[in-house]
Each structure stands twice: as C-alpha cells, then as structure tokens.
C-alpha cells in the first residue's frame, strides 16, 4: 500500500536570484537527498516496520540521558490512561444510577460514590500528565546533547579521509538535524504513547459498550486522519523542494552578519544587493507557504465536511440503538462521551506518527551516520611506537586523495593522478629533512602521510621497520608536533592558542612563556591589550584581531610548546617579515641540535641550506635527494639547482636605491 502514488517532488525552477547568484537550482549537496525518493515511494508496511528501530534508537538515547525521567513519563502515561478508563467506567456508573428509576434525592446520593471516583481518577490523571510532562521537559534537552555528544565524539574519531569523503560530509550534514530530531521525537514519542493508552482505554470502554460502537469511533476519525496526514506530506513535500532555495536565503542573511565578508560588504556597498536579493528569495518562498496554506484549508474543509456526515451516522446509529432498546440511556451518554474523547486520541494519534515519521528521518540519517562512522573509526590500540627511534622510511609509497564520488561519471573520464607515486626517501631521527619542490609537487602529502593522517595506498611507511598501519595511531600522533599552512587560528585567548598543542595536560605558563619566546610571539603578546588572557576573535566581546604574521609566530610557538619528537613545520614563515624569517630558521635550526627532528616544508631554498637533507619532490615523485652542497654541484643540474637559480636570479635583478642594473646601464649607454 503506497501512501501516496505520485512520485517525488519535481526540481524546483529557482527563483530569479537564485539564478542569478548560484547559477539556477542550487546544486548544494542536499541534506534530503538521500531520503527523499525513499519518503515518496514507502509504502505504509515498509515505514511500519523501519519506525520501531527508530523509536528504539530515541528510547535507547534517552536512558542513556536521564533513566528515571524515562521512567517517569511512561508511568506518567500509563497512569493517565488507566485513569482515563476507569473515570469512563465511573461516569457510566454515575449516569447509570441518575438515570434510574427512582426519587432525585435518592438517586443522587446513590451515584456520590462514583461521582467520588470521577474526581479521584480526574486527579490522578493530572497529575499523571503533570509528572509526564516535567519527566518529558526534563529529558529533551539531556537527549539532544546526548545524541549531539554522540553525533561529535563519532565524527571526532573517523579518519581524515572519511572527513574529506563527499558522502560522509553529507551524512554529517544531515545527521547534524538528528540530535534536535531526537529532542522532539522525545515529545512525539509521549504523544503517541498518551494517545495511544487513551485510545485503548476509549475503544475498550466502547467495546464493553457495545461491540457496533468502536467501528463508528474509527470512521468518524478517518476524515480528520487523512486530512492531517495529507497536509503533513504537502508541508514536507514542499519542504523538500524549497529546502535548498531557504538555505541560499539563510546563506546571504548570514553573510551580511559575519565579520569576515564584513570589510568588503562595506567598501564594495554590497549590503543593499545582498538584502535585494534575500527579499527576491525570501518573497519566493512566501508564495510557496500561502500556496501551503490554501491547499491546507481546502483539505480540512473537506475533512470536516466528510467528519460531519461521519457523525450524523454514528449518532444516528446511537440513536437506532437507543430506539431498538438494545442500549439504556445511561449507556449511550457514556458511549458520547467515550466516541468524543476515542475520537480525539485517534486524531492526535495519526497526527503524532505522523511527526514521529518525520522526525524519523532525520534520527535515521543520525544512525546511518554512527555506521559509517564506526567503518570509518581510527582503529584503537597496535604495535607501541618505539621508544629509542631511528629512522622512518617511505617505501614505494604511492597515494590518491579521497575522490569525490559526486560525479563517478566525471571520476571515470578522467583517471585521477596520484599525488604521491612510487615514493621512497628517508626521515633520520634528529635531523632537519627538508621537502622542496612546485606548487602540487606532493610535500605536504608526504607530511600528512608521515603525521599518520593517511594510509599509503600502496607502499609502506616504516617506522624503524614497523609499518605506521600497524602503530597505536594515538601514541604515533603522541610523537608529533605539526605547524601546517592551514594551522587552526583558535577563537581562544592568546594563552590558549599555545597551550592548545598540549591539550591534555594542565595549561604551564612557564612553558607557554617560553614556546613564544622561543617563536618571537611573546612581543605579539606585549602588544595586546589584556595580555594572555586576550580573546583572539574579533566577533567576541573584548575579542581582538592580529596579523596573519603574527598568528604565524602563534602556531609555531603552539607546535613548540607541544614539545614533540618530530616537528613538521609546512611554510612556517610564509607571512612572516625577513628578520622574522631568519629568526624562524635558526631556531628551527637550533632544535635539531637539541635532538628534535624536523620536517621542513619550504619554497625559500636558501633557508634549507641547513637541513641535513632535502628531498625534492616533482610532479607527486622523488626527483632528487642530498645536502644543500650535493644537490647544487651535481654534475647534470637537476630540479633543485633549476628552481635555486631562478629564486637567485630575482634577488640579482632586484636594483636598490644608487645602484643601476648592469643591463640597464648597458641598454642607455648603446642608446647614447
Ligand atoms: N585534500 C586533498 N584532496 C584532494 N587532492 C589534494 C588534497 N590536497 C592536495 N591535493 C592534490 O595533491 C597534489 C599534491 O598536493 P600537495 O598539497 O601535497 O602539494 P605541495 O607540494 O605541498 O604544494 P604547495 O607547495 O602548493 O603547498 C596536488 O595535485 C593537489 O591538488
């Protein structure tokens, strides 16, 4: 049984910012993508059979957030529903006895007992829906940070490659939704069981009624069912189709807020095109909800009207019974009231496992993401690095990055280079090893390979003769300290964004004074208003902003403070001045001779004139390794002599003030 037959939303057209800002229909990566074909074509059996793992899921999260609330709420609901029935039965009873035959005085003071145990089973049901509501209040936010704690801790323990893998990123996408999913399907969950126990109790009272009864509580309730489940797939239906075009609309709101486009949105006045084209989007989506909202009203009318009729036959029935003497007065009050109170828990029970399937899906993306995860997991445990190490070793190793499996069409015509292919070359411990080359010749692959960030495809990389894959990853990255090109500008205080490299351990102020001494940040320091202790995010209250040379001195004074055995340092003076730079190298310099090692990633070739070694890298393969010396007096120049002698040529053509190009002189004198 299909819910629906139509297929799934079409592509929506776009609206006319969107075309012209995104090129047409937004072609983000959807978070509903994966689960929207699979929503349109379930058919009832197959959702029946997937909402209980699901529910078992939010349960599962919940006693892990907070038991005895859970406990609470559904006790709370069951005792709400037993009250329910049995304050049925009692109002029957009360009925029974002032409809019989008999004085008013007599039959009132005969039906105090039950009218006693309508108000005692009023009572308990409050505060059953009382305490269900303060054990629900109580677990919804403990259940999503659960679900958030579980959602970050898991995505904290793939594998490099899994964050930068196109279908894992979208899954974290999605899954991000699962944690609030969750929160709510907390409410929706109690809904249902309230709805659900309410119902039995009515459809029971009915059925002890009289058995004709409870299929005309079910066919009043069909109208107003289908209505609610109609416009809940039109709302997600709709959902589905504008979901890219609302989040283009939050994108350039929130780009009018952030600091970061700020400068430019001023001085290029891009503020009043930004809001012209949010209103463009944002009235696009308005025409969409007032569709909504007509279609809505139109489905309901009818609903009441179907309901209407439905009630005419019930109560006609009840009448009939009534008429036949096959039911007593008393009893067909009490069965008003049952149909009433049935009909409105089968109501709100259609509509919960409505929300509930909703909300489903987004729970479900949050599950699939902690299977993939967990394929994806660092492994835990392995061989101990050793302790006195000498040498590691590249062995033939070859390397491609994640591929981006968005387009496999695109992936198959064109065979991806490897950024690393057929590498071999030695890392000595306690040396300083240079890694030369062009831009996208494979050093910093080499580094992140080396860090464990990731496994060779082929090849291995040997740690004194143990293969990395076989190493206790944690005690590997334990052993390095790495300053990369992208290093993360922390929004913590200045102390923090040192400390932060030895994050599990308390914060030293002695080996943080140091660490910057050591990179030339302790002057950043003097110069900043409240010291340390000084916000480095500008967004912040009291945040303060520093150059990029200076948040530079910050990362190596981070990897510094991390004291690790091999340090990586990946264009560690790129922003850095020349008195800065040279200071840079000579200290770096310097902790080779304390018995550190060092990877130097670097373009300035005459800074690597100290490395005990340097490996030059061309197109992802080893050209050529040696000394400084070695590499430059080769008998055939190789990549390394060609790049140093152009680097040198700009510096001899650089003229400074009194001083004429040899050339230039030449050109004038010929002129004369
Ligand atoms: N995360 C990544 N995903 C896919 N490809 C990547 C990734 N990082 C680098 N590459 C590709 O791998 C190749 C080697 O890049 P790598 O960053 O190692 O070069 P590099 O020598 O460090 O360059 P640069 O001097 O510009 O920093 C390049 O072709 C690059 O496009």
């Not at 079910?218 to 589905?240: D, E, F, G, H, K």
């Not at 600091?259 to 095109?273: K, L, M, N, Q, S």
């Not at 067909?332 to 409505?354: D, E, F, H, K, Y």
Request: aromatic share 6%.
């Amino acid at each position: 049984m299909k819910l629906r037959t139509t297929t799934a939303p079409a592509e929506p057209a776009g609206s006319e910012s969107e075309r012209l800002l995104f090129g047409g229909p937004l072609l983000y990566a959807a978070r509903w993508a994966d689960h929207d074909k699979a929503f349109f074509e379930m058919s009832l059996w197959t959702m029946a059979a997937k909402m209980p793992r699901l529910v078992a899921l939010t349960v599962r999260l919940a006693w892990r957030a907070d038991r005895r609330s859970l406990w609470t709420v559904g006790a709370g609901e069951l005792a709400r529903g037993i009250s329910q029935a049995i304050s049925l039965i009692a109002v029957n009873a009360v009925l029974a006895t002032v409809l019989a035959a008999d004085t008013i005085g007599y039959r009132v003071q005969a039906a105090i007992p039950a009218m006693i145990g309508v108000a005692i089973t009023g009572i308990i049901g409050a505060l059953a829906t009382a305490a269900s509501t303060t054990g629900t209040g109580r677990l919804e936010p403990k259940v999503e940070r659960v679900a958030t704690e579980m959602y970050l801790a898991r995505v904290a323990g793939v594998e490099l490659s899994a964050i930068e893998d196109a279908d894992f990123n979208r899954l974290m996408d999605s899954a991000q939704y699962g944690a609030s999913a969750a929160r709510r399907m907390v409410n929706v969950c109690t809904g249902v069981v309230g709805s659900l126990v309410s119902f039995v109790a009515a459809a029971g009272v009915l059925t002890v009624l009289h058995p004709a009864l409870l299929p005309l509580l079910i066919l009043m309730t069909v109208p107003r069912s289908w209505a609610s489940l109609r416009n809940a797939r039109a709302r997600y239906a709709s959902y589905l189709k504008w979901m890219q075009h609302s989040r283009a609309g939050r994108l350039l709101s929130s780009t009018l807020t952030r600091t970061g486009p700020a400068p430019e949105i001023r001085v290029h006045d891009v503020g009043p095109f930004l809001l012209h084209h949010f209103r463009g989007m944002s009235e696009a989506s308005e025409a969409e909800q007032s569709r909504l909202a007509a279609s809505s009203a139109r489905i309901r009318l009818i609903a009441s009207a179907l309901t209407g009729i439905a009630a005419a036959l019930a109560y006609a029935a009840l009448g009939g019974l009534l008429a036949t003497g096959v039911m007593s007065l008393s009893v067909a009050g009490t069965a008003v009231l049952a149909i009433r109170s049935g009909g409105q828990s089968l109501t709100t029970l259609v509509l919960q496992v409505n929300n509930l399937y909703e909300e489903s899906a987004y729970v479900g993306d949050l599950e699939r993401l902690f299977t993939e995860a967990t394929k994806y997991a660092i492994p835990t445990g392995g061989t101990p690095v050793p302790d006195d190490l000498s040498l590691i070793r590249f062995e033939n190793v070859t390397f491609h990055y994640p591929e981006d499996a968005d387009d496999p069409k695109e992936a198959d015509a064109k065979e991806q280079r490897p950024a690393l292919k057929g590498v071999t070359l030695d890392i000595p411990m306690g040396k300083i090893v240079a890694l030369v080359g062009e831009n996208g010749s494979g050093k910093t692959t080499v580094s992140k390979l080396l860090a464990g960030l990731y496994q060779p495809d082929s090849g291995s990389i040997r740690w004194d003769g143990v293969d990395a894959r076989a190493l206790d990853r944690r005690q590997l990255w334990s052993r390095i300290g790495m300053v990369s090109q992208d290093f993360h500008r922390w929004p913590f205080t200045c102390r923090m964004n040192i400390a932060i490299g030895r994050p599990g351990r308390p914060v030293d102020q002695a080996d943080v004074e140091e660490a910057a001494a050591y990179a030339g940040a302790d002057k950043v320091v003097q110069d900043l208003p409240r010291g340390w202790n000084t916000l480095l995010s500008k967004g912040y209250k009291g945040g303060h902003q520093i150059s990029g040379g200076q948040w530079q001195r910050l990362g190596i004074a981070r990897a510094r403070y991390r004291d690790a055995e091999i340090l990586i340092v990946d264009e560690p003076t790129s922003a850095l001045d020349a008195k800065a730079e040279l200071e840079v190298f000579e200290q770096i310099r310097k902790l080779a001779d304390g018995g550190q090692t060092v990877v130097l990633i670097t373009h300035r070739l005459a800074s690597v004139r100290h490395a005990d070694l340097i490996h030059v890298l061309d197109q992802g393969e080893l050209a050529e390794s040696g000394t400084f010396e070695e590499l430059l007096h080769k008998p055939a120049a190789g990549v390394f002599r060609e790049l140093y002698e152009m680097q040198r040529a700009q510096f001899q053509d650089t003229t400074l003030p009194g001083q004429r190009k040899a050339a230039d002189a030449a050109e004038r004198s010929n002129a004369r």
